[in-house]
Structure formats: C-alpha cells, structure tokens
C-alpha cells in the first residue's frame, strides 16, 4: 500500500494505509505487525490495532520508539530477519 500524494490526509499516522492493506489480504488488522522506522508507523500502527517493531536506523530514534511505546524496538535488521524467519 503506497503513499496517496493526492489525499496527503490518508497518509501515516493515519492508520489508513495499514488498514486497506490488510483488508486487500483479507486479514484482520489486528493480526498483523508493522515494521516501521518512524514515527508515524508507530502512531499508525497503533490506530490501526497492530503490533508495531520500531527498527531505530537513527540512534535518538531508540528513546523515541520506546516513548512511543513500540512493541518492541531495535536496531538490528537480522534481528528481525531471523525472528520472521523463525514464526
């Protein structure tokens, strides 16, 4: 689900794009997890239900996603590679 440059207002933080994503899969929203590197997917991910990993490329973005209460934080992509790969 891409950026709608024309409705700027459907655009992350709004949970809107997770949101069609989801139903164009026909999952529930709250079932899936986002993986984001900014805020507005911390901020969407929680309107739309998910659970949310904040991947930190930025080192203040660590503390940022923590007060954002990321489900989980970090700076490792294999991190996350090898946690997918292990679901």
Same mark, same amino acid.
């Given at each position: =689900? *891409?950026?709608?440059?024309?409705? !700027?207002?459907? =655009?992350?933080? @709004? !949970?809107?794009?997770?949101? #069609? /994503? /989801? ?7 709250t079932s899936? #997890? ?5 805020? #507005?997917?911390?901020?969407? /991910?929680?309107?739309? *239900?998910? #659970?949310?990993? *904040?991947y930190? @490329?930025e !080192?203040?973005?660590v503390?940022?996603?923590a007060?954002?209460h990321?489900?989980?934080?970090t700076?490792?992509t294999? /991190?996350?590679?090898?946690a997918? *790969?292990t679901?």
């Open positions: =689900m *891409g950026r709608r440059s024309e409705q !700027p207002h459907l =655009m992350k933080s @709004n !949970p809107f794009p997770l949101i #069609t /994503a /989801a139903e164009q899969m026909h999952i529930d929203v899936c #997890t986002l993986i984001g590197d900014s805020l #507005t997917d911390v901020q969407a /991910a929680h309107a739309a *239900g998910s #659970t949310v990993i *904040g930190a @490329n !080192p203040h973005q503390d940022q996603f007060e954002a990321a489900d989980v934080v700076e490792d294999q /991190a996350i590679a090898d997918l *790969g679901a």
